[in-house]
């Protein structure tokens, strides 16, 4: 099997997160994913909520493709939930800052763990914004997550 592009748009962007779950970081590039919006809808199995990604025209999802060898995609795959249904890989075409675009895969939430927009915990968030921050997402997209993670009350 050959390496994948895999494209980061939640705790995943944090370096330090994916290092711990993955190894050494090969190769990052920034990008974003068109026709979809960013979301706190994924329930956590012990209560709370994780990122996830809807379509939505018009909106767009910031975040980092990393290349991943297979064994590096089976651990990300452990650590989503994959085999539960948490999550499920999807093949994705997003776009890099030179205007090329790149095939990725992208972790949804699976339909059954799907849920209101909620706030996600202090320390999930934490995750999100050092790793936006790590790879200079546009600061009126950080403001956006900040925004959006205050929950529909905020």
Same mark, same amino acid.
């Given at each position: 099997?050959?390496? %994948?592009?895999?494209?980061? @748009?939640?705790?995943?962007? =944090? +370096?330090?997160?994916? !290092?711990?779950?993955?190894?050494?970081?090969? *190769?990052?590039?920034?990008?974003?994913?068109?026709?979809?919006?960013?979301?706190?809808?994924?329930?956590? %199995?012990?209560?709370?909520? @994780?990122?996830?990604?809807? =379509? +939505?025209?018009?909106? !767009?999802?910031?975040?980092?493709?990393?290349? *991943?060898?297979?064994?590096?995609?089976?651990?990300?795959?452990?650590?989503?939930?994959?085999?539960?249904?948490?999550?499920?890989?999807?093949?994705?075409?997003?776009?890099?800052?030179?205007?090329?675009?790149?095939?990725?895969?992208?972790?949804?939430?699976?339909?059954?763990?799907?849920?209101?927009?909620?706030?996600?915990?202090?320390?999930?968030?934490?995750?999100?914004?050092?790793?936006?921050?790590?790879?200079?997402?546009?600061?009126?997209?950080?403001?956006?997550?900040?925004?959006?993670?205050?929950?529909?009350?905020?």
């Amino acid at each position: 099997m050959s390496d %994948t592009w895999y494209f980061a @748009y939640g705790s995943n962007l =944090s +370096k330090g997160r994916k !290092e711990d779950r993955t190894d050494l970081i090969r *190769c990052s590039l920034r990008a974003r994913l068109k026709g979809y919006r960013l979301a706190f809808n994924k329930k956590a %199995t012990k209560g709370g909520v @994780y990122a996830n990604i809807v =379509s +939505k025209a018009e909106s !767009e999802v910031w975040g980092v493709i990393y290349l *991943c060898d297979p064994e590096a995609m089976a651990e990300l795959d452990r650590f989503e939930g994959v085999m539960g249904g948490h999550y499920e890989r999807v093949l994705i075409a997003v776009e890099l800052d030179n205007g090329t675009h790149q095939s990725a895969e992208v972790y949804v939430a699976g339909s059954k763990f799907i849920g209101s927009d909620e706030k996600p915990s202090d320390d999930y968030l934490h995750y999100i914004l050092t790793g936006a921050n790590e790879h200079g997402l546009p600061i009126e997209y950080i403001e956006k997550i900040q925004k959006l993670a205050l929950g529909p009350k905020g």
